[in-house]
């Protein structure tokens, strides 16, 4: 079937230096003796942790489980025993520390005893429910949780399935040597995907500077039951952007407040693929991924990384950095960030490490004015018109932004490399996004606070309200009493009395806490906890 | 001359007809003033304005009975909204009222609460938990910072403390071209 | 550490005034061929004065001055004022007109990004306002002029308006085609007759038209070297050359012809030049259409019906006066929006 391909909006031709890291083949990377496991990788919840310090675990064991529905599983990597649980430097750009497990390596590297699925014969619903416990996330940097994705979508259903291995951005090529070396595997989570969501169509996306992948790629296709067309695509940065890409294979723009399933879309990463088939038909959760080491390094290359292994090792293993290295990126060089210190650990959303150096990535010169020549806008993949956008951002006008549809930018950085006056746009961008993400939650809990504090006042009023009824009953009550029989009301008394004191003490033992109705389940946890802490003390008191 | 005067006359008016039936027309339902200036302030309900919470505190710039300039948890920002809101000139913040400090919550010291739930009849959004002669605790994601809990303690075991930068909550930076070390 | 992305890909702003400058000269070289080397004088006087004068704003605004200085954005204004001035225009005229271009419409408005208008227009509008006589005065094309100035000659009369003995100013001055076409119309000549005067060429001015050529070669550089987009030229000379045609279909005895309006004053050089300055113009695609396309309509009327024979600089003001309008309500459609 030939099919036209959509011609994306924008878009620039970085050099590729793509060749460098290539060359290679996948290798390994000696475990590191220390390995750090940051909660927070994947995008959602924070997982919960199930295990405690000193605690020995296998290699592919549960450390945190998913909480809530977009949360993923974080597992160990290896055999060994857990050091600590405590705020660790993570390849974030902030470069602020994260609560992070840290396990320390056995050396034998002993599998728990894998599980795998019989996923032919389990109901769909069930298969999905299965993948909280993988840990798998989308692997092309993203880090969504897969299991979100796969969740079958009843009637409306996804039509066309595609499989992402435009891999764009310039220096990575973990993608590429995954679809060179282990296509197989590729296409048999990609047959599991199939029987999971029962598209209509699979395309296979991969850009066409990458003629070895798209070669063994169409060879394991070809071998699989299932069909799915390998469809080559022109190389052009963002193409590989999952809504970019789906609109090239497809011709369907996913809607900006829409979800690429809402379209009948799904897009999953070669790679994200290849864990499916891990977990379901080895049993393996995931514990490595593949890293691509370039840049200023003397022999560039892939590698298979156990997670939490330190960027050091990892260097190291790719011959150590040249000198001149001035800093380490992660990602590629349009999206990438720098990282804060050379020990923080490979996660799962790590597709690539660049050393960089004043050479490979020369400071831009000082920003100058913006003259309005809109080649932002023409290299805007989503159309939008950066210019105006910088203006906004610049003067922080936040709502002129939004307008403006600033959420829409996926910060890609085309309209950065083309600026003529250097302008850091992109910057500028995710400045107002996060200003406005933190002015919404600011107002939400303002709005929270305002609600809580108009029921605590009608609350206040009501117990005045029913204290004066209860006066009055009271006082009505008296009354009536004082009109009948004494004796009567004299043995009245002494069991009312007797009910009061009765209830007094029971209350006492009980003594309900104030206002604990209504609140939310952490909080109700946290009382829990906090009880349970004072019982300790007080026995504590006790003994001595 | 009396053309004239006829011809102004009537244009009078017509034009006064106009605004009457616009005036009628395109009325504004309610007072939403109050409204919009509580939707502003940051709910904080500190009272450090004046006021008893920030509704009346709202009321009162309302009624033009107090200054835009007293809230010190919504600082310089929300004062200068409120000036664009009311369409006057923003002024520098009123010290007397306080200043504006980073967003912290109250935590209690429970070793040393001794349960007299006074705090609790302080807190304006019923934030912290507890019984009599039960230790108290706070529940940081519903507490204001407002520091009310703070002075009723009689044992000063509630201290407020800043909200720390994590992951979850960092913010990306206004851009500043920092010039790359050459080595 | 610094923030991605970590490569760029620009074409720095002072590439792009430089190559606009490159395709300035092909131009010049013609403009010398066909009115004498005096463009040179003022082209000159115009660079000089700018950068003299940007230098003074930038200090006394407290700006970096050199980064602002090598964008060569100051010599593309000062270029094209010199060269929508008549040659020989007085040393004044020149130092005044790149005064207000420099000084007013661009560094009181904040400088490189921040103007409003195209400088180098208003420093020609306030000039054709106030000195309308010399702003006319164009000198004879040298194919058909019987006396030819030297370079010494042009000079002094710059700086000191004195003409060799025995030359009046008549013999080497003319009407422009543009003025000639207005006089004659209004003295009811045909159009037939009008068009034998020895100031019209083979289809523009005489001598005119071979720099026109020039500036149409040099902005069909700029399009192949993607410094301007093909939006504004095509657009511009498209509205020129469709309102003139239409008025010349129904009357050709009143109204000339599209390549005539094509072929005379600033209309090549406002299409490539002045049109399709960045800053002051719109910046979505639609919206230069509208905007270039509105230039060209306006020019013709204000050269048909106005008091000016050309009516290029205003045509570019007014429509710069629109700009936000024209942006604001040609936004485009938004990946994975609906047309809004």
């Known amino acids: 079937m030939i099919s036209r391909l959509l011609k994306l909006n924008g878009g620039v031709h970085p050099p590729e230096h793509k060749l460098e890291s290539t060359s290679r083949g996948i290798a390994a990377v000696p475990l590191a003796q220390t390995l750090v496991l940051p909660l927070r990788q994947h995008v959602g919840n924070l997982p919960k942790i199930l295990v405690q310090p000193g605690e020995h675990v296998l290699k592919g064991q549960q450390l945190a489980e998913a909480v809530g529905s977009i949360s993923a599983a974080v597992h160990a990597p290896t055999s060994g025993v857990i050091v600590s649980i405590e705020d660790q430097l993570i390849p974030h750009p902030s470069g602020l520390p994260d609560v992070s497990i840290t396990l320390k390596a056995d050396g034998e590297d002993r599998w728990m005893e894998r599980k795998p699925v019989d996923w032919r014969n389990t109901e769909r619903l069930q298969l999905v429910a299965g993948l909280r416990e993988s840990g798998i996330v989308g692997m092309g940097g993203a880090a969504f949780p897969t299991q979100i994705k796969l969740r079958p979508g009843g009637g409306s259903g996804i039509k066309t399935l595609i499989i992402n291995g435009a891999e764009c951005e310039p220096y990575i090529t973990c993608d590429d040597v995954l679809m060179r070396e ?59 952007d999952a809504r970019r890409l789906a609109a090239i294979l497809t011709g369907i723009e ?30 393996e959760t995931v514990v490595s991924r593949i890293v691509t080491v370039t840049g200023n390094v003397a022999r560039p290359g892939n590698f298979e990384v156990p997670l939490g292994t330190p960027m050091g090792t990892l260097l190291e293993a790719a011959g150590g950095t040249l000198p001149n290295t001035n800093e380490l990126i992660m990602g590629g060089p349009m999206m990438g960030f720098s990282l804060p210190s050379n020990d923080v650990p490979v996660i799962k959303a790590t597709n690539c490490i660049i050393a960089g150096a004043p050479l490979l990535f020369p400071a831009p010169p000082p920003a100058l004015a913006c003259i309005r020549c809109a080649r932002c806008a023409e290299a805007c993949p989503v159309s939008l018109q950066p210019q105006e956008l910088y203006w906004f951002a610049k003067s922080q006008n936040l709502e002129k932004a939004r307008e403006y549809n600033l959420f829409d930018c996926i910060e890609c950085g085309c309209c950065s490399y083309v600026c003529p006056s250097n302008i850091p746009l992109v910057q500028y961008y995710r400045f107002a996004k ?85 609140i939310s389940e952490t909080a109700q946890a946290e009382i829990a906890a906090i009880d349970a802490r004072r019982a300790e003390q007080k026995n504590a008191e006790q003994e001595n | 001359m009396l053309a004239a005067v006829l011809v102004m006359l009537v244009l009078a008016l017509m034009l006064g007809l106009v605004l009457g039936y616009s005036a009628i027309r395109f009325k504004v339902e309610g007072d939403p003033l109050v409204g919009k200036i509580d939707a502003i302030l940051p709910q904080t309900q500190c009272g450090q304005c004046g006021y008893p919470g920030c509704k009346p505190y709202a009321t009162a710039i309302a009624n033009g009975e107090a200054d835009i300039n007293q809230c010190p948890p919504g600082g310089e ?10 369409g006057v000139e923003p002024r520098p913040m009123n010290e007397e009222h306080g200043v504006s400090k980073p967003k912290s919550v109250a935590v209690i010291d429970e070793n040393v609460c001794i349960g007299c739930t006074l705090c609790i009849q302080a807190c304006p959004v019923d934030a912290i938990l507890g019984a009599a002669k039960h230790m108290h605790t706070v529940i940081a994601s519903e507490c204001t910072g407002c520091e009310l809990c703070v002075a009723p303690c009689p044992v000063d075991c509630i201290v407020m403390v800043p909200l720390q930068e994590s992951v979850a909550n960092w913010k990306w930076r206004y851009p500043v071209h920092t010039i790359k070390q050459v080595a | 550490m610094s923030t991605p992305p970590y490569v760029l890909g620009n074409t ?168 000639y076409l207005k006089t004659e119309l209004r003295l009811e000549h045909t159009m037939a007759d009008i068009h034998q005067a020895p100031v019209f060429g083979v289809f523009g001015a005489k001598g005119g038209e071979i720099v026109i050529t020039a500036y149409l070669l040099g902005g069909l550089y700029l399009m192949q070297q993607r410094i301007i987009s093909w939006h504004i030229p095509v657009a511009l000379l498209g509205g020129l050359a469709a309102i003139a045609g239409v008025f010349h279909l129904i009357d050709p005895q009143h109204y000339d012809s599209a390549l005539f309006h094509l072929f005379n004053g600033a209309a090549m050089l406002g299409a490539f030049f002045i049109a399709t300055d960045p800053v002051s113009g719109p910046t979505t695609p639609k919206g230069k259409l509208i905007f270039a396309a509105s230039i060209g309509m306006l020019t013709w009327v204000i050269r048909t019906w106005g008091g000016y024979p050309d009516g290029v600089a205003f045509a570019v003001l007014l429509m710069n006066l629109c700009v936000p309008l024209i942006d604001a309500h040609t936004q485009p459609r938004v990946f994975g929006h609906d047309k809004s």
Not at chain 1, 255 to 270: E, M, T
Not at chain 2, 77 to 86: E, K, N, P, S, T
Not at chain 3, 149 to 172: G, K, M, T
Request: aromatic fraction near 6%.
């Open chain 1, 182 to 240: 282990r296509a197989d595997e590729i296409v048999k989570g990609i047959v599991i995907a199939n029987y999971i969501l029962a598209p209509e169509r699979i395309i296979v996306g991969i850009e066409d500077n990458k003629p070895e992948a798209v070669q063994a790629m169409r060879e394991a296709c070809a071998k699989s039951d299932v069909r799915m067309d390998v469809i080559v695509v022109p190389t052009l940065y963002p193409s590989g």
């Open chain 1, 254 to 283: 996913v809607p900006s407040d829409k979800r690429s399933s809402d379209a009948g879309l799904q897009v999953f990463n070669v790679a994200t693929m290849m864990a499916l088939y891990r977990y379901l038909e080895l049993g």
């Open chain 1, 434 to 518: 996060s200003e406005i993400i933190a002015q919404d939650k600011a107002k939400e809990a303002a709005n929270l606070a305002r609600e809580r504090n108009e029921f605590r006042l009608s609350r206040i009023e009501r117990e005045k309200q029913e204290r004066a009824a209860k006066h009055a009953q009271r006082a009505a009550g008296a009354k009536a009493e004082n009109a009948g029989d004494t004796s009567d009301a004299d043995e009245a008394k002494k069991v009312a009395i007797a009910a009061a004191m009765e209830r007094a003490k029971a209350q006492k033992e009980e003594a309900p806490p104030k206002n604990t109705d209504n």
């Open chain 2, 77 to 86: 920002a929300g004062m200068r909204a409120l000036a664009d809101l009311l």
């Open chain 3, 12 to 179: 720095p702003v002072g590439t792009i005034m430089f190559k606009v400058l490159l395709a300035l000269v092909p131009g010049i070289v013609a403009y010398v061929w066909a009115f004498g080397s005096g463009i040179l004088i003022t082209l000159a006087l115009a660079s000089v004065t700018a950068l003299v004068s940007e230098a003074i704003m930038l200090k006394l605004r407290r700006r970096p001055i050199k980064p602002s200085l090598s964008d060569n954005s100051a010599l593309v204004t000062a270029w094209l004022l010199a060269l929508a001035l008549p040659p020989l225009a007085p040393w004044w005229l020149v130092v005044v007109g790149t005064l207000i271009a420099m000084v007013v419409a661009k560094q009181l408005y904040g400088g490189l990004g921040y103007n409003p208008f195209n400088p180098a227009m208003v420093g020609y509008a306030a000039l054709l306002i106030s000195f309308p006589v010399i702003m006319t005065q164009w000198p004879t094309p040298l194919e058909i002029a019987q006396i030819k100035l030297s370079f010494a000659d042009q000079l002094a009369y710059i700086f000191n308006r004195v003409l060799p003995d025995a030359v009046q100013l008549d013999a080497i001055s003319t009407a422009t085609p543009l003025d």
